[in-house]
């Protein structure tokens, strides 16, 4: 469990004017935005419009091209992912990446252990820790399946697990690493209202657990629902920053909704 260190609404992640270009496509332009500690902050735009992109940059999954990244005080636009999470930094995908063949606890199992052999701890107490380490990994991949729903699911294959089921999987993997952001990509993709519903309160209870969330979703009903702030791209651009209330009612917002095809 995380404790809760922050003051509620300090900023966590700092963007400043970031870039990405991939040959002549400009992705993400001139882009700056906060993510507030203890907070779920929604990334909405039409399809196309850069979002998958900035969660890219922000988890290192993609280089940028120009301009800053600041995580917990720290610049970390120029470290790879594997440098990232060790720092709190953890993400899932908009399409599963999961390791089929295993059962879902061994997927949470190995990101626990992985987790725990880059953290500080285990350099310190490698010799004491390594005789716990198999039974409090093994607590915590069982806490998680059960934090996430999927409690009853631990023995089965990923393979046998159905999409909504997936992508919860890919959730408890992302959160073994002990996270103070996770940064999640069209969680709700594929979901039935029963599903998203589901969703929608899991990840209230991240936040809850003092995770701040940057949440990608087509879903409208849940982003207005769960988020605390809202980000509005279109075209790689910020058009609009705000509040559930003052999203809906942004004219920009609604433009940028009618004009695409989506
Ligand atoms: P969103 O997630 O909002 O739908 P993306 O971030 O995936 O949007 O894409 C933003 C723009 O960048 C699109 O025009 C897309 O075609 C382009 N793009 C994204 N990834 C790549 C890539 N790896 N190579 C080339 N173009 C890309
Ligand atoms: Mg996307």
């Not at 992109?53 to 600041?70: A, H």
Request: glycine share 8%; with cysteine; proline share 3%.
């Amino acid at each position: 469990m995380v404790s809760l260190e922050f003051v509620v609404g300090d900023a966590l992640l700092v963007l400043e004017s970031v870039a990405k270009t991939f040959g002549g496509v400009q992705a993400v332009k001139d882009l700056s935005f906060k993510v507030h500690a203890g907070q779920v902050t929604g990334l909405i735009g039409p399809n196309g419009s850069g979002k998958s992109t900035t969660v890219n940059l922000i988890s290192g999954s993609l280089p940028v091209t120009q301009g800053s990244i600041r995580f917990n005080g720290e610049m970390v636009q120029g470290l790879v992912i594997s440098q990232r999470v060790p720092l709190g930094l953890a993400r899932t995908f908009q399409t599963t990446t999961l390791f089929q063949e295993f059962t879902a606890f061994e997927h949470v199992l190995n990101a626990c252990h992985s987790a725990f052999r880059s953290s500080p701890t285990w350099a310190v107490l490698r010799t004491a820790a390594a005789r716990n380490e198999e039974y409090v990994q093994q607590q915590k991949a069982r806490e998680l399946l059960e934090f996430v729903g999927l409690g009853d699911f631990s023995n089965a294959a990923v393979a046998s697990l159905s999409s909504a089921q997936q992508r919860l999987l890919m959730i408890a993997t992302a959160l073994a690493s002990d996270p103070q952001l996770v940064l999640l990509d069209e969680p709700a993709a594929g979901m039935v209202a029963k599903e998203r519903k589901a969703l929608s309160q899991l990840i209230l209870n991240i936040r809850d657990r003092g995770i701040a969330v940057l949440v990608i979703e087509h879903h409208m009903g849940l982003i207005m629902e769960v988020c605390e702030r809202i980000v509005v791209l279109n075209f790689g651009q910020m058009i609009a920053e705000g509040t559930p209330d003052e999203i809906r009612a942004n004219p920009l917002v609604i433009d940028a909704y009618l004009g695409s095809t989506h």
